[in-house]
């Protein structure tokens, strides 16, 4: 949510700013902007839209520097237009912002009084308002304290001074940032990804943090301005593969690798000789784990709800899915026999880490799922489980989605195995059966042809319905998810058994609903409830394993997935409604990487 870079080098640094905005542009969209320090003088230039508006502008008007910062928005405060847009610029001081400032309208009131006038409506401009009025009688290093100081909310900063036109300042509460380090230049940014093609060294700010970025040195300093050190870290090429190959867009490239990245991950955690899944020091034993609860957001918190179901079959643990930005707010009592797992691909979702953090506080055990490595959310967890996914660009999350179950699945198994809540014969076949999921992942996806033509009843639809029972359900969820962030549709996903409690008030005649209705326990009953969808008009499109004929009459489309055991049918069940929400999206002409009003990485609350 909003995209941050800064640089500071030996050589123009206009075009690598670019460059990485065209990376980060998967945070924010709606408008974009860049200012450098040349002859002296700061020099911003910003435009509404994509970077290659921005680039563009440069093109016709080149800016020259060898300092300064870029960013992507995703408006909050103010409408996404020129003026709203990064960065918000001073005489001698110019700010990018990735968060929210909460106490930006009683700053701005202060600072008005003062004599202060704002050209924006954002909460970032009182940033530079107070770097700008701070800077009349403070060092550099209290200048910035001092703002930080008065801040509440949640940001990550870029900042460049026309007076100190060696440096970039970089900062972080809540939000993350990146510093990058270069041979005679150095580089922050909102995530290791943007920073990629220009190094591999990386260290992370903690909350409270700020840096001073010099091209040949970068200083860090904790919330009380104790000069301190940080380490490390060396970037994997492996995860440097991100672009488009030759697929369309991101979400296609990433829907068709699932079976890739599921082997991957399945590899990763099995045993090569035995059938055995290699998850052990848990921060609790899985023996003493008296409850567990999944916390997430979006399409993370349905893989939760998904193993909520998994962990009743197959452990004796009681278990609670919860949504993030609930979670952190209720008075959950916590318990330290309790195991607390946090779900995120990019591991940095504000609500997702803000409620990590109070279990952190509450000395309860944490576990974190992500597929970011490096992120907030795996680097404060107690114990981290990687979903191996590799670099998920497109704002709809798929293989992220697959990598997240594949990982719950695997932790399950391994704890009913733990506990002895399962056999040690039922586990291997479990685990065997676990084994085949690439395989039939790739089976499935061989069958997007049958979907595209589906994809056309949808495209004038008002609304739709996906319905599911049991391990469906969650999946219906996802599938609705997808459905309405990709082609703006309106889609609910409803458990099936509860349509006669309201919904099916809403089937009228024509109405697409996609049900997902493979050969499990619930099977007739799933039936029954659809034939109640058809007797109102209702078009069915109907998933399944089951290959009888019987079920056909009046279903509209009927696609079909391989056989396997139900507890793992929903990792099928799920390419086809990943399927479905692109081509109707394509159909009409959305964006399918950059869906309106979103963004990947939800760092703001
Ligand atoms: C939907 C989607 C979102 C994310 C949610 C959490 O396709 O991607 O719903 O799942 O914003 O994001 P992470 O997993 O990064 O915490």
């Not at 079976?259 to 991950?265: D, V």
């Not at 939760?304 to 930005?325: N, P």
């Not at 690439?438 to 061989?446: A, G, Q, S």
């Amino acid at each position: 949510m909003c995209g941050i870079i800064g640089i500071v080098s030996n050589k123009s640094v206009s075009a690598s700013i670019i460059g990485a905005l065209k990376k980060l542009e998967y945070r924010g969209y709606d408008s974009a902007g860049i200012s450098t320090i040349s002859n002296g003088q700061i020099n911003e230039q910003k435009c509404t839209g994509r970077v290659d508006n921005l680039e563009k502008i440069l093109f016709q008007n080149p800016s020259n520097g060898d300092l300064g910062i870029g960013h992507v928005r995703w408006a909050t405060h103010g409408m996404p237009n020129q003026i709203n847009a990064h960065p918000h610029s001073s005489e001698v001081v110019s700010v990018v912002h990735n968060g929210i400032i909460e106490n930006s309208d009683k700053l701005r009131k202060e600072f008005e009084k003062k004599g202060y006038s704002f050209k924006s409506q954002t909460d970032t401009e009182v940033i530079t308002v107070m770097l700008t009025d701070f800077l009349k009688k403070e060092n550099l290093i209290n200048c910035i304290h001092k703002t930080l100081e008065k801040l509440e909310g949640s940001f990550a900063l870029g900042v460049i001074f026309k007076d100190f036109n060696n440096l970039v300042v970089g900062a972080r509460r809540g939000s993350p940032l990146a510093v990058g380090y270069g041979h005679n230049e150095n580089f922050i940014g909102s995530d290791s990804y943007a920073l990629k093609s220009m190094t591999n060294k990386i260290s992370y700010l903690d909350d409270g943090d700020f840096c001073i970025l010099y091209k040949e040195k970068v200083e860090f300093y904790n919330s009380d301005k104790q000069k301190i050190n940080k380490e490390i870290f060396e970037l994997s090429n492996e995860d440097n593969i991100a672009d488009k190959g030759d697929y369309k867009d991101f979400m296609s490239k990433e829907i068709n690798e699932q079976s890739a990245t599921t082997k991957k991950c399945i590899n990763e955690y099995l045993d090569k000789t035995r059938n055995e899944i290699n998850i052990y020091n848990l921060p609790i034993d899985p023996k003493k784990i008296n409850k567990i609860r999944l916390i997430a957001c979006g399409t993370a918190y349905h893989s939760c709800l998904m193993s909520k179901y998994w962990i009743e079959e197959f452990t004796s643990i009681d278990v609670e899915a919860d949504i993030a930005s609930e979670f952190r707010y209720r008075k959950v009592k916590l318990n330290p026999n309790d195991l607390y797992i946090f779900v995120s691909q990019s591991g940095e979702t504000a609500d997702t880490y803000a409620a990590l953090e109070k279990c952190k506080k509450n000395k309860v055990k944490t576990c974190g799922i992500v597929n970011v490595v490096e992120s907030s959310i795996a680097r404060s967890a107690d114990f981290v489980l990687p979903i191996h996914a590799g670099p998920e660009i497109g704002v709809a999350s798929t293989k992220a989605f697959i990598g997240q179950m594949i990982v719950l699945y695997l932790l399950t198994l391994k704890i009913a195995k733990e506990r002895n809540d399962v056999s040690v014969e039922e586990y291997t076949k479990l685990v065997l059966d676990l084994k085949k999921i690439p395989n039939l992942i790739e089976e499935t996806l061989n069958k997007q042809k049958n979907i595209q033509v589906i994809a056309r009843d949808f495209i004038n639809a008002k609304g739709t319905m996906y319905l599911g029972r049991g391990y469906s359900y969650p999946i219906a969820m996802e599938g609705a998810l997808k459905l309405k962030e990709l082609s703006y549709i309106h889609a609910e996903g409803y458990a099936a058994g509860e349509m006669k409690h309201g919904p099916l008030a809403l089937i009228e005649d024509g109405m697409p609903v996609v049900v997902l209705a493979p050969k499990d326990r619930f099977f007739e009953k799933t039936i029954s409830n659809m034939q109640e969808v058809i007797a109102r008009g209702g078009k069915v499109l109907m998933i399944t394993d089951d290959t009888s004929e019987t079920t056909n009459e009046n279903i509209r489309f009927k696609f079909q997935i391989p056989k396997t055991n139900s507890t793992i049918n929903s990792f099928l069940l799920t390419i086809p409604l990943q399927f479905l929400a692109y081509h109707v999206a394509l159909l009409k002409n959305c964006d399918i990487d950059k869906p309106r009003n979103l963004a990947k990485s939800v760092t703001v609350e």
